[in-house]
């Protein structure tokens, strides 16, 4: 059976280029979920955040997650989660139904320094201590669900030749 490779972590620790490095490496399609709601909506995360609200970016974030998942053309790509799509106990099951889940873990201090400057709703909207607060909320969530975590305080380079060695004979 195909599975979806799923990268899951805190803002900032590697999603999009670990996921686009690995993808090329293992030869599978590479999908960045948060780019996905952007075409399906036709809007940008920080408007459909003030426009709609965060609850309705939630749903929408599920919807999308399950319909890349379940396509059963295309269970064999490596897709980037948004920061919070793995809190959702749906979310985390239907990653873990269709594929296996990959923390990168990164510590605060570097996930900061990575994001401080973004336009990303919860960075624009809260403070370094209260980013710090949620990443710590955050933290056993993505370690409850992951398969497998990496350290993505390592390049991408070192990354993906771990996580290669680790998914040999998974996919």
Not at 4 to 18: A, R, S
Request: charged share 30%; hydrophobic share 35%; with cysteine.
């Amino acid at each position: 059976m195909k599975k979806n490779i799923y990268l899951t972590g805190f803002m900032g620790c590697g999603k999009t280029t670990i996921g686009n490095y690995l993808s090329k490496k293992i030869g599978r399609d590479f999908l960045d979920l948060d780019n996905f709601i952007v075409q399906k909506e036709n809007r940008s995360i920080e408007n459909i955040f003030e426009t709609d609200g965060e609850e309705y970016f939630r749903k929408a974030e599920t919807d999308y997650l399950k319909e890349i998942s379940t396509l059963s053309t295309k269970r064999d790509r490596v897709i980037g989660l948004g920061g919070g799509t793995i809190l959702s106990d749906k979310n985390a099951g239907i990653c873990k139904k269709n594929g296996v889940i990959i923390f990168l873990e990164l510590s605060f201090e570097q996930s900061y320094e990575r994001i401080k400057y973004s336009r990303r709703p919860l960075v624009m909207n809260n403070s370094k201590a209260a980013l710090e607060e949620i990443y710590n909320k955050r933290l056993p969530v993505y370690q409850k669900n992951a398969h497998f975590s990496v350290n993505a305080d390592n390049g991408p380079f070192v990354i993906v030749r771990e996580l290669k060695r680790y998914l040999q004979g998974i996919i």
